[in-house]
């Protein structure tokens, strides 16, 4: 049988006898997932910037808004007779239209100046050589074809963002995980240290036939406290990053290849789950440990 | 109530605790247990609330073996038992009422019960116009007399106590054992670890004494000697 009332206030005097600790925790567990999530935003930004261009896709022919059947059957027998061609994909003009509403989503004014029929659909096109200059070629042959509009390439600049994004990626991740390793250690310690103070009140609940569940979960509880108010920290944390540095990208002018570095809603919100759900993970692990190590039978 | 057959207990490096202790004690008994220091009294008192586990011999409790009780059983056990330290352990930050109450709290006790037990143990135990002091705004004795009232506001069959007069002057000593004569008298199994000569002589109860491991006296209303 469990009282409440009485866990939560073992909990909130845990955490207020060990107050400094706790705050410091907090602290370290908040700046580990918030480099997390900043390292999980970025990646999302980047691939939200380049992902047209994954996959190998090397140059893009965009054909006109009110192009033809025929002409598009010609670009698309053309593509398949090519032999520099390995693969291309078709994106028709809804995917694209959907594509370019979730591109400019934060953006209503210029949603609202576009409709479906004037977006174009496209071919992302797939060479089997990489190489710049054969690309080159290769995307040339169909410029001025009837019913292109333009080709675009991939070019250097987006394979160094990816390139950049993939190696300060791995650096933050493995800078995270390191910290997160620490925050769980952390979070051990302050528990040691509350169990350690309340050494005479646990042996008493020993003695007097309290539960070894009883005894464990104000602890335990204190340990997720902890967790949450550092999951809390890094939301916050990714929230100033989305709106005060991601977003400023997308905005900056001239910056074309960064039109698209943004983050939606919908990734947004799961790299808060995953945050949170790290945040139980790593809290879980600390406290388990923290009363297993230091709370007899 | 109490029931030890050929209970042996080894402590790491081969130290023999207790060497096949065999004792029966009934429901209502008052039982001092003497002996040097080392002799094994706090092992004994240990071994019935299960903090320790034999190495050969069989404990039983109100008729239960104890040996085979699940870990998850063990604090169901603990809440028929009383225990009585010798320094009290009393929570300093909490108040004589608290400390009564938190026995009763943590074993999943509601507020109904706990207003209902805590004025009455602390009557019993002559407290009652202390309740809201602090443990370190009482003298020795009834510092003691909160930590039996801890002890038995549960009502437990059994209250075990480790020395309970072993920091206290003899006037002190005595009310101390009044109270756990009153206890007694209600039924409850005292059994009570000493080296107070003067007490145990003077209460005349049952007297096991211990030596070396071994149950060398087994004596209704003995003495210390």
Do not use: C
């Not at chain 1, 070894?212 to 929230?239: C, D, H, Y």
């Not at chain 1, 990208?249 to 943004?262: C, P, Q, V």
């Not at chain 2, 320094?87 to 006790?109: M, P, R, S, W």
């Amino acid at each position: 049988m469990f009282s409440f009332r009485y866990v939560l206030r073992e909990t909130g005097q845990n955490l207020w006898r060990n107050l400094l600790l706790a705050v410091a925790t907090v602290i370290t567990v908040g700046v580990s997932l918030a480099m997390f999530g900043g390292f999980l935003l970025f990646q999302r930004a980047v691939d939200s910037a380049t992902a047209r261009w994954e996959d190998g896709v090397e140059f893009i022919v965009w054909m006109n808004a009110d192009v033809g059947s025929v002409e598009d059957a010609g670009i698309r027998n053309q593509l398949d007779e090519s032999p520099g061609v390995l693969d291309w994909q078709y994106v028709d003009r809804l995917a694209s239209y959907e594509e370019f509403r979730a591109f400019f989503e934060d953006t209503p004014e210029v949603l609202d100046i576009a409709t479906e029929q004037e977006i174009p659909p496209y071919y992302r096109v797939v060479p089997v050589d990489p190489d710049p200059d054969v690309v080159e070629e290769l995307g040339d042959q169909f410029k001025g074809r009837p019913g292109v509009r333009t080709v675009t390439f991939a070019g250097d600049v987006i394979r160094d963002v990816q390139n950049l994004s993939d190696r300060a990626g791995r650096v933050l991740f493995i800078g995270s995980i390191v910290l997160l390793a620490a925050s769980t250690l952390l979070i051990l310690n302050t528990l040691a240290v509350a169990i350690g103070n309340r050494r005479t009140e646990i042996e008493i609940m020993r003695l007097v036939g309290a539960t070894k569940a009883f005894i464990r979960i104000p602890f335990m509880l204190e340990g997720l406290v902890q967790g949450l108010l550092g999951a809390a920290v890094a939301m916050t944390s990714n929230a100033l990053l989305r709106n005060y540095v991601i977003d400023q990208f997308s905005d900056a002018d001239g910056l074309r290849l960064l039109a698209g570095f943004k983050v939606d809603d919908a990734a947004m919100f799961q790299v808060n789950l995953l945050v949170l759900v790290i945040a139980v993970g790593v809290a879980v692990v600390g406290s388990y440990l923290a009363v297993a190590m230091h709370i007899n039978d | 109530m109490i029931k030890m057959e050929k209970v042996t207990k080894v402590f790491k490096g081969d130290v023999v605790a207790l060497r096949d202790v065999t004792i029966d004690i009934g429901k209502g008994e008052f039982v001092f247990l003497v002996g040097p220091s080392g002799s094994g009294k706090s092992t004994f008192i240990r071994l019935l609330n299960r903090e320790e586990v034999p190495e050969h011999g069989r404990i039983f409790v109100a008729g239960r073996d104890i040996g085979g009780l699940s870990s998850w059983r063990v604090p169901y056990l603990r809440r028929n038992i009383g225990y009585v330290f010798q320094d009290y352990k009393l929570l300093q930050k909490k108040t004589v009422a608290e400390n009564v109450a938190f026995a009763l709290e943590a074993i999943g006790k509601g507020p109904h019960v706990i207003k209902r037990q805590v004025p009455a143990i602390l009557e019993l135990v002559g407290l009652s116009r202390k309740v809201d002091r602090f443990p370190y705004e009482l003298s020795g004795g009834e510092q003691q007399r909160v930590s039996i009232a801890r002890a038995f506001v549960n009502r437990p069959m059994i209250l075990l106590a480790d020395e309970p007069t072993g920091n206290l002057d003899p006037t002190t000593s005595v009310g101390i054992m009044r109270l756990l004569e009153r206890i007694n008298e209600t039924g409850t199994t005292v059994l009570m670890a000493t080296h107070d000569s003067s007490i145990v002589d003077s209460m005349r109860q049952r007297v096991v004494e211990l030596d070396r491991g071994m149950v060398v006296r087994d004596q209704a209303r003995g003495v210390y000697e």
